[in-house]
């Protein structure tokens, strides 16, 4: 059974930052499109980040220049570097991985659904 745990929120002031982590288990075949997704209280669920198969990734343009999408194959983890955080960025962050083997981000991007689903590691920015 495929498993994805993310950790590294918190609570942090603006301006600093935080790096998530998200751990797969169960198989080596499903993280070929890997993202980072948000939902704030009384919002939908947003893409944040993507990244293909090689490392190759797409960030939203509200956080780019910010956040930073990379994955370690051999360890099967995901991470999300946020810098620079904004009181906006408040909300569960939630990782998803793919089993369509794309080669790019931004096609990683254009997905309508993920196949697995982590539980979410809750990020709150105060003033």
């Not at 918190?10 to 499109?33: W, Y």
């Not at 960025?89 to 689903?117: F, Q, V």
């Amino acid at each position: 059974q495929v498993r994805l745990v993310e950790s590294g929120g918190g609570s942090v002031q603006a301006g600093g930052s935080l790096k998530l982590s998200c751990e797969v288990s169960g198989s080596t075949d499903i993280d070929n499109c890997m993202g980072w997704f948000r939902q704030a209280p009384g919002k939908e669920r947003d893409g944040v980040a993507y990244v293909g198969w090689n490392n190759s990734p797409k960030v939203a343009a509200s956080v780019k220049g910010r956040f930073t999408i990379s994955r370690d194959n051999a360890k099967n983890t995901l991470y999300l570097e946020m810098n620079n955080v904004q009181v906006e960025d408040t909300a569960m962050y939630y990782c998803a991985a793919d089993p369509r083997r794309l080669l790019l981000g931004a096609k990683c991007a254009e997905l309508s659904e993920y196949a697995h689903w982590g539980q979410g590691t809750q990020v709150t920015v105060s003033s």
